[in-house]
C-alpha cells in the first residue's frame, strides 16, 4: 500500500493540468503569506488568536484605504526591505562562521 500512495503522490506532483498548476501557486502563495505573519511575531503577540490577527488585518486595509496610504506603504516597504537584508545578513555570517 505505501508504494501506491508514493506513486499516486508523484503523479500528483507532476499535474500539469491548467487548474491543477494554479490551486498548487495558491497553496504555495497562501504559505508564504502565513510564513511572513509567522516571521514577524504577530502570532506569539496575539497570542494565536486568529480573531485578534483577522481584526488587526482589517485596520491595516482601512489604513491603506486612507488619504495615508502612499506614506505608510513606503514606510512598510523600508522595513520589510532592511529586515529582508539584515536577516539574509545574518545567515550568510552565520553560514560563514560555520565553515
Not at 508564504?32 to 481584526?55: C, F, I, P, Q, T
Not at 484605504?65 to 502612499?70: I, K, M, P, S
Amino acid at each position: 500500500m505505501p508504494a501506491r500512495r508514493r506513486l499516486e503522490a508523484q503523479r500528483a506532483k507532476h499535474d500539469t493540468r491548467n487548474w491543477v498548476v494554479k490551486r498548487r501557486e495558491r497553496t504555495r502563495h497562501l504559505i508564504e503569506l502565513g510564513g511572513l505573519v509567522v516571521k514577524s511575531g504577530l502570532v506569539e503577540l496575539a497570542n494565536d488568536d486568529r480573531a485578534v490577527l483577522y481584526g488587526a488585518f482589517l485596520e491595516l486595509a482601512f489604513t491603506l484605504q486612507g488619504e495615508a496610504c502612499e506614506r505608510m506603504m513606503a514606510l512598510w516597504k523600508r522595513r520589510g526591505s532592511f529586515a529582508f537584508r539584515d536577516e539574509t545578513e545574518v545567515k550568510e555570517s552565520t553560514a560563514e562562521g560555520d565553515r
